[in-house]
């Protein structure tokens, strides 16, 4: 490849390409990336870097050697039913969306734990209403999926001085954190925890994973934190089980359909905090260098980072 030669790779997303592009001149310049509506000859491009791209677009590039998930799920690929078969699928695990995860997450917990939404009541009317300060060493959180987030989320609660029991669907060994693993443990899990994440994958298997009896498993009070998936969630099961008291509070990030409809009863709820999708994203100063080594991997035929099964769902 001569000097002045370019790569081209596909990006599409819902944010500004502009921070993008700076992000791989500075660490990558021999990539030219392109976007819609102007992709030039699509026989050009060799990658795409995509978040829910349209149906049929990754099938109309005919050079196509890897398709990069702009995030750690690939829910918004699997459903694509042109998805062109035989392209290595990767996702983007970016150190900068770990720790927003994690931040996420950690917030939502202590939030709950530490009364947040009674003393911002009590402020609200000004008065002094102090609450016995809860036992952190004995609240127990469960962190349903152990993938680069779950894991990272699950050290930094047990850090806190929480026990942490961390659940996956294959053997897991996190120091300080009881991993457990296959769906005969779960009841037993929830039945201990009185708050429980859910940063599984989306799959067939987990789809709908958090409903009524998953609900009903967990201990009266608990309190549920859902940044992965809209779909991991029966919302007509959580609003029951916070309207009955069983369930304390839930923090939701992620909807079935997005944005939230603006007469969702999750807007209204009093016991539900709602955040539009922000719990973590990529960010271009530090995931551009991982996309670009994984474009140039997949040209030299050579290992990827963070490939994914497409049968399996992650």
Not at 85 to 90: C, D, E, Q, R, Y
Not at 180 to 191: D, I, N, T, W, Y
Not at 270 to 278: A, F, L
Request: aromatic share 6%.
């Amino acid at each position: 490849m001569s000097q002045d030669a370019k790569l081209a790779f596909l990006y599409h997303s819902g944010d500004d390409p502009e921070p993008w592009i700076r992000a791989f001149r500075a660490c990558a310049p021999e990539l030219e990336m392109r976007y819609l509506p102007d992709l030039g000859d699509a026989s050009d491009i060799v990658a795409a870097l995509v978040w829910r791209p349209p149906p049929g677009l990754l099938a109309s590039l005919p050079n196509l050697k890897l398709i990069h998930s702009k995030g750690a799920g690939i829910d918004h690929l699997s459903s694509d039913p042109d998805l062109p078969a035989g392209i290595p699928v990767v996702r983007l695990v970016d150190r900068s969306a770990r720790l927003l995860m994690t931040q996420y997450v950690v917030h939502a917990a202590l939030s709950h734990h530490r009364h947040m939404d009674h003393y911002g009541a009590a402020q609200a009317e000004g008065q002094w209403r102090q609450l016995p300060p809860p036992d952190t060493e004995k609240t127990t959180v469960a962190v349903l999926g152990l993938g680069a987030l779950g894991q990272d989320t699950a050290r930094m609660l047990s850090a806190l001085g929480f026990r942490v029991i961390g659940w996956s669907r294959r053997p897991k060994d996190i120091a300080d954190v009881e991993c457990v693993h296959g769906a005969g443990a779960l009841p037993s899990v929830l039945g201990q925890s009185q708050i429980v994440v859910c940063l599984l994958a989306l799959t067939d298997e987990t789809r709908g994973i958090i409903d009524a009896r998953t609900l009903a498993a967990l201990p009266r009070g608990a309190y549920v934190i859902n940044p992965a998936r809209g779909a991991h969630v029966v919302d007509e099961d959580l609003l029951a089980a916070l309207d009955s008291g069983h369930i304390a509070g839930a923090a939701l990030d992620v909807f079935h359909d997005e944005p939230l409809a603006s007469e969702h009863r999750f807007w209204s709820h009093p016991k539900v905090v709602v955040t539009p999708h922000i719990s973590a994203d990529a960010l271009p100063r530090t995931a551009a260098e991982q996309v670009a080594d994984n474009i140039h991997r997949a040209l030299a035929g050579q290992p990827l980072i963070n490939p994914v099964d497409m049968a399996r769902g992650y």
